[in-house]
């Protein structure tokens, strides 16, 4: 690894801690309580910020997401498409996210972020400045693409300690 990719890592890794911190020893029903009408839930919260990061990552590496090939589409039973990651979802999307447990989240997240890991460990930091979508201006690099996963991750992750916050844990 290069001193580019550690820090990648470590701030990847910061994510699976704050998903942990927020899930442990919650239940489904406190996983899917939303503070109001409008607001995320904390399984909402890190289903979504989990499917970023498998979606933008398996965009970079030109695989498959986890969702699918590993099987964790079918075993969260969401009421979704196997490409939908939240983003955009209404509040009636948002509160279909439900019935989740902590072993499920954890389970999902640990293994987008062991692949993450094993991913970043086998490139070199030219590979950082290759460009992985050309639809923006300027067109986005892999190592801007991987940097905006991990604001939104940690940013949702954050939302997701508050909301757990509210309730009281």
Same mark, same amino acid.
């Given at each position: 690894m290069? #001193?580019?990719?550690?820090l990648l890592?470590? #701030?990847?890794?910061?994510?699976?801690?704050a998903?942990?911190?927020?899930?442990?020893?919650?239940?489904?029903?406190? $996983?899917?309580t939303r503070?109001e009408e409008?607001a995320?839930s =904390?399984? *909402?919260?890190v *289903?979504? $910020?989990?499917?970023?990061?498998?979606?933008?990552l398996a965009?970079v &590496?030109?695989?498959?997401q986890?969702w699918?090939?590993?099987? *964790?589409?079918?075993?969260?039973? $969401?009421?979704?498409s196997a490409?939908?990651h939240?983003?955009?979802?209404s509040r009636?999307e948002?509160a &279909?996210?439900k019935?989740?447990g902590e072993?499920?989240l954890?389970?999902y997240h640990?293994?987008v972020?062991?692949?993450?890991?094993?991913y970043? &460990?086998? =490139?070199a930091?030219?590979?950082?400045k290759?460009v992985v979508?050309?639809a923006?201006?300027?067109?986005?690099?892999?190592g801007?693409?991987l940097?905006?996963? =991990?604001?939104?991750?940690?940013?949702h992750? !954050?939302?997701a300690?508050y909301v757990? !916050?509210?309730l009281?844990?």
């Amino acid at each position: 690894m290069t #001193a580019s990719t550690d820090l990648l890592v470590d #701030a990847f890794g910061r994510i699976r801690e704050a998903v942990e911190e927020a899930v442990t020893g919650l239940g489904p029903d406190e $996983l899917s309580t939303r503070p109001e009408e409008d607001a995320n839930s =904390i399984g *909402w919260l890190v *289903w979504h $910020l989990t499917r970023i990061q498998d979606d933008h990552l398996a965009g970079v &590496a030109g695989t498959e997401q986890l969702w699918t090939s590993d099987g *964790w589409y079918e075993r969260f039973g $969401l009421p979704f498409s196997a490409d939908d990651h939240g983003y955009g979802h209404s509040r009636k999307e948002v509160a &279909a996210v439900k019935d989740l447990g902590e072993e499920l989240l954890t389970g999902y997240h640990e293994a987008v972020h062991d692949n993450t890991v094993q991913y970043l &460990a086998g =490139i070199a930091d030219k590979d950082l400045k290759r460009v992985v979508d050309r639809a923006w201006t300027p067109p986005v690099t892999m190592g801007v693409r991987l940097v905006s996963v =991990i604001a939104d991750g940690l940013q949702h992750a !954050g939302q997701a300690a508050y909301v757990r !916050g509210l309730l009281g844990y």
